[in-house]
C-alpha cells in the first residue's frame, strides 16, 4: 500500500459544485503539502502545513481551502469549483528532521471541472 | 521571469547516450537544489541532491554553477528506463517550501 493516499484518484465535475480531495500519509510525517501541475507550469505549492495547528498560503491559494483533521490527514477544498481548476492534484508529506528536499508524493488526483 | 526554468524538451537520444540537461534559477539566495523524476502520469520522486561541489550517484551526476546560477544533470551511458521528466527543484524557504522547475523530458530509444 503506499505510503501516501489521495482519493479520489479521478473526479469529474462541474462549475460550481465543492469538491474535497483528501490525503492520508502512514509515514509518520509532520508536514504536508498539496501541489497542483499544469502542462507547461510545473508544480505550484497551494498550502502546507508544519503541523496540525499550522496552516499556510502557498503561491496558489486563492479559491482553495485546506483541513488538517490530524497528523496524518490533510484535505483539500474547492468550495465552488472552476474550470482553470482543471489540473493534477498531488499531496506531498516530508519530516523535518528528515533530508532536506526530500518530499513524497502521492500518486495524485485528476481533477476536471466541466 | 520564472524562478526555476529548464527546456522542455524532449530530448530523444539512443540508448547508451550520454545527455545533459541545464537548469537555471532567479533567487541568488537559494541554498539548496535537487533533480526529481517523473514517470508518466506518476507523482515525482527525488532523483538526488545537488552539492556545491558536484556529486555523482552511478550514471547520474549533478553539478552547481552558483555564479551563473545553474544546475545540471548529466545522465550517462542511458537506459530505456531512464526515460522520464526530470524536475529541477530550488529550496526557496523555510521548512520544506520547494520551487519546481516545468521539467525536461527524456526519451531514450533502442
Known amino acids: 500500500d503506499a505510503d501516501v493516499t489521495q482519493t479520489p484518484r479521478n473526479r469529474i465535475t462541474k462549475t460550481g459544485k465543492r469538491i474535497m480531495l483528501e490525503c492520508s500519509q502512514t509515514?509518520?510525517?509532520?508536514?504536508m503539502y498539496w501541489y497542483r501541475q499544469d502542462p507547461g507550469l510545473g508544480l505550484r505549492l497551494i498550502y502546507y502545513s508544519f503541523d496540525v495547528k499550522d496552516i499556510n498560503k502557498g503561491e496558489i491559494s486563492d479559491g482553495y481551502s485546506v483541513s488538517r483533521q490530524a497528523q496524518a490527514k490533510f484535505s483539500l477544498s474547492l468550495e465552488s469549483a472552476i474550470p482553470n481548476q482543471t489540473a493534477l492534484y498531488f499531496c506531498?508529506?516530508?519530516?523535518?528532521?528528515?533530508?532536506?528536499?526530500?518530499?513524497?508524493f502521492g500518486e495524485g488526483s485528476r481533477l476536471t471541472v466541466l | 521571469r520564472k524562478e526555476v526554468e529548464q527546456d522542455p524538451g524532449p530530448f530523444n537520444v539512443p540508448e547508451g547516450a550520454t545527455v545533459a540537461f541545464n537548469c537555471t534559477y532567479s533567487n541568488s539566495a537559494s541554498q539548496s537544489f535537487f533533480w526529481y523524476r517523473q514517470d508518466c502520469r506518476k507523482e515525482p520522486k527525488l532523483l538526488m541532491s545537488v552539492y556545491s561541489s558536484g556529486n555523482e550517484d552511478g550514471r547520474f551526476t549533478a553539478q552547481l554553477n552558483r555564479a551563473s546560477q545553474y544546475i545540471s544533470l548529466l545522465i550517462r551511458d542511458s537506459k530505456l528506463s531512464d526515460s522520464a521528466t526530470y524536475l529541477c527543484v530550488v529550496h526557496t524557504g523555510g521548512g520544506n517550501k520547494l520551487t519546481f522547475g516545468t521539467g525536461t523530458q527524456l526519451k531514450v530509444e533502442l
Open positions: 506531498a508529506t516530508s519530516d523535518r528532521t528528515g533530508r532536506i528536499g526530500e518530499l513524497f
Open positions: 509515514k509518520g510525517h509532520d508536514r
